[in-house]
């Protein structure tokens, strides 16, 4: 008899799926297609290296070097934007089929239709200086939390 | 019943041209409830509608010889013969009838039955085999509590007609027959936990494994004429007599859409059985209900 009951509560709660144009909205952690910023990257190809369905690929040059990603090839696990030092890649959030941002997903005939490339020209090693810089403050203000709690 | 009546209750009223929407109404009743109940949106109204016409636009694999011309002709025949009971049941007040067309609606009942048995050996497929044996068991147990409780009915009221059936008051020996026939409707309508001919999930489709196109939507509309057929029965046997005939009708249609709507929920509660277990449940309990029904209808009939 709980059969029943399960059933009928069912019936009072509603459907929880959702007839086949509509799709359900997307979550706040959806993972899309991976953003690229060249302007930002520094070409390590940290991405590259932990990319395992090689759905990135890099190629250093003289002077510049080129990033391309193929979204048909993606498995959106997130990754490579997990590693990007640079902050350079970030998961589009609304940027996929599902994301309910088009009316009718899209059809794909071509293989690597998707793929995009961006060949970027190296910066001047003078980013280093910086970096190096930018931790310094940081190293001068962690004890100060723990003087301030020793005044305390 | 002249013929003029005969044709207008087959073609018009309870007959094709009220039978068909109905057929596909109940089939989306019987989904959606089935769907809302185990918390799914189910499928659109017009859904059955549009499968129908989808199927018969479709093109069938060629197939000669005379197993082409069986598969051909078995949803033609269990189609017709659906049609055919569904028109013979007493819907409306003073349409008609014979002596003996109980007998005749039974036979009709039963053909769509014998049609998927023969389809699914006549197919060829080893799922179709299968199906048609689990068919074949499961008619031999059902049919005999389902016969034994209409028998029981017609000899407590001394008629196998079906108007003078349903123009007599309901007696607590008819109730009992009623509930036997409602019993034995699941595993007529291959609905769960009686879904074993065409078990979904292991043997595909059971007899219609090898059926597609426009044979396919004769099936499926010959399975939802199949409901309308024997709900109509229950409901005949169950609705008071009325004078008016919209009432009736009224009356008519209500108590089939219950019947359906509890069908469904049965349905929706319930997992498929295996054979052996199906078999023993008609064999052993409800064999003993109609035996009880029937001995009593005698010992009434000997008695008054």
């Known amino acids: 008899m709980k059969i029943l009951s399960m059933l009928w509560k069912n019936l009072i709660r509603g459907p929880r799926t959702l007839l086949f144009p509509a799709r359900p909205p997307v979550t706040e952690r959806f993972r899309g297609l991976v953003q690229f910023d060249p302007s930002l990257c520094t070409g390590c190809a940290v991405c590259r290296f932990r990319c395992t369905s090689r759905a990135i690929e890099f190629k250093a040059g003289k002077g510049e070097f080129t990033w391309s990603y193929n979204p048909g090839q993606c498995t959106f696990c997130g990754r490579c934007v997990e590693g990007c030092a640079e902050h350079a890649l970030k998961d589009g959030h609304l940027e996929h089929a599902l994301s309910q941002a088009e009316d009718t997903p899209p059809i794909y005939l071509v293989q690597g239709e998707l793929k995009k490339s961006y060949t970027v020209a190296r910066r001047p090693p003078a980013a280093r200086p910086a970096a190096t810089a930018g931790t310094q403050p940081a190293a001068t203000s962690k004890p100060s939390p723990t003087t301030s709690g020793g005044a305390q | ?304």
């Open chain 2, 1 to 304: 019943m002249n013929l003029i009546t005969a044709l207008a209750r087959l073609l018009i009223f309870p007959g094709l041209l009220f039978a068909v929407p109905a057929a596909w109404f109940f089939l989306w009743v019987e989904r959606k409830t089935v769907a809302l109940m185990q918390g799914r949106v189910g499928p659109p109204f017009m859904q059955p509608f549009f499968d129908f016409v989808k199927l018969t636009a479709k093109s069938t694999p060629p197939r000669s010889g005379i197993a082409g011309a069986l598969m051909r002709s078995w949803p033609l025949i269990a189609l017709a013969s659906a049609a055919g009971a569904v028109g013979l049941l007493p819907v409306l007040p003073s349409s008609g009838g014979f002596e003996g067309d109980l007998i005749l609606l039974l036979a009709l009942l039963e053909m769509p039955s014998m049609c998927i048995i023969a389809a699914g050996f006549s197919s060829r497929s080893i799922f179709g085999e299968i199906g048609s044996a689990r068919e074949a068991a499961l008619s031999v147990s059902y049919n005999i509590v389902f016969l034994l409780a209409i028998v029981s009915i017609a000899a407590s009221q001394h008629t196998f007609r079906l108007e003078a059936l349903a123009a007599l008051p309901a007696s607590p020996l008819r109730l009992l027959g009623i509930v036997a026939i409602i019993v034995c409707l699941p595993a007529k309508l291959h609905i769960n936990p009686f879904s074993l001919p065409n078990a979904e999930q292991e043997i595909y489709a059971g007899p219609m494994t090898e059926y597609a196109g426009p044979e396919l939507a004769m099936w499926e509309l010959s399975h939802g004429l199949e409901w309308v057929a024997a709900t109509g029965l229950v409901a005949t046997l169950l609705a008071p007599h009325f004078g008016a005939w919209w009432l009736a009708a009224l009356v008519f249609v209500a108590l089939s859409f219950a019947i359906v709507l509890l069908l469904s929920a049965v349905a929706a509660a319930t997992a498929r059985l295996a054979i052996d277990t199906s078999v023993r449940f008609y064999w052993q309990c409800t064999l003993i209900f109609a035996v009880l029904a029937i001995s009593s209808a005698l010992f009434m009939r000997y008695r008054l």
